[in-house]
């Protein structure tokens, strides 16, 4: 079945760009009508969804990170991307990639997340 | 602040029966599905529950879920320890060009 893991550096500078990469086995990144997504989790706090991309390379970002926040696809290597840009402490996570699937039933489409990696964390400071 | 609301934390004893509410807007639960996922320490959330109801393959059928209106709840019959657990529901919302939301979370306790 699909496996995602996410890789990364593991400390980052405050105003430095985050970047991390999610790697997909166990099938291909564009086969099926799926979007990747990347969603944090600060220590002992909720779930954030960041952004999504499909396969065609369309985008949707999260309003309120959507001016720092890039997300690519390399469908050669079966991998996508986070770039987020001018980080600070607050930025501290733990960052997850998941494979947004679903159904479509009567022209609306119904989804949700499905796997996910297993997470990585990212700490902002000097 | 979470956009979608619910209560920080929950408990029950083994073979209780627990409900987790999940509260939303028109724009979020109103318009679209509600998705529950369970999170065991440590580890990597996982879907719990699709489609406002639907479990997938391999999650036992003492979980439940339900929709009404702009609300959501979990339901866990036959409350186990393994079920300790934090649990989060989330929507599709429809607003600023669309984007997922999530609630806050809630810690179940088994006592």
């Known amino acids: 079945q699909v496996q995602l893991q996410e890789s990364g550096p593991g400390l980052v500078k405050p105003s430095q760009t985050l970047s991390l990469t999610c790697t997909v086995s166990?099938?291909?990144?564009?086969?099926?009508?799926?979007?990747w997504s990347w969603i944090r989790q600060p220590a002992g706090k909720g779930l954030e969804w960041i952004g999504r991309?499909?396969?065609?390379?369309?985008?949707n970002y999260n309003p309120s990170l959507k001016s720092r926040v890039t997300i690519s696809v390399d469908t050669s290597k079966n991998q996508f991307s986070l770039k987020l840009s001018s980080v600070t402490a607050a930025d501290t996570a733990v960052y997850y990639c998941?494979?947004?699937?679903?159904?479509?039933?009567?022209?609306?489409?119904?989804?949700?997340?499905?796997?996910w990696g297993q997470g990585t964390l990212v700490t902002v400071s000097s | 602040q979470s956009v979608l609301t619910q209560p920080p934390s929950a408990s029950g004893t083994p073979g209780q029966r627990v409900t987790i509410s999940c509260s939303g807007s028109?724009?979020?639960?109103?318009?679209?599905?509600v998705n529950w996922y369970q999170q065991l320490p440590g580890t990597a959330p996982k879907l719990l529950i699709y489609?406002?109801?639907q479990r997938p393959s391999g999650v036992p059928d003492r979980f439940s879920g339900s929709k009404s209106g702009t609300s959501a709840s979990l339901a866990i019959s036959g409350l186990q320890s393994e079920d300790e657990a934090d649990y989060y529901c989330?929507?599709?919302?429809?607003?600023?060009?669309?984007?997922?939301?999530f609630g806050g979370g809630t810690k179940l306790t088994v006592l």
């Open positions: 998941a494979r947004e699937g679903g159904i479509a039933v009567a022209g609306t489409t119904y989804n949700w997340f499905d796997p």
């Open positions: 166990g099938g291909s990144i564009s086969s099926g009508s799926y979007y």
């Open positions: 991309i499909y396969t065609s390379g369309s985008t």
């Open positions: 028109s724009s979020n639960i109103g318009s679209n599905t």
């Open positions: 489609s406002n109801n």
């Open positions: 989330a929507a599709w919302d429809d607003s600023l060009n669309g984007h997922w939301v």
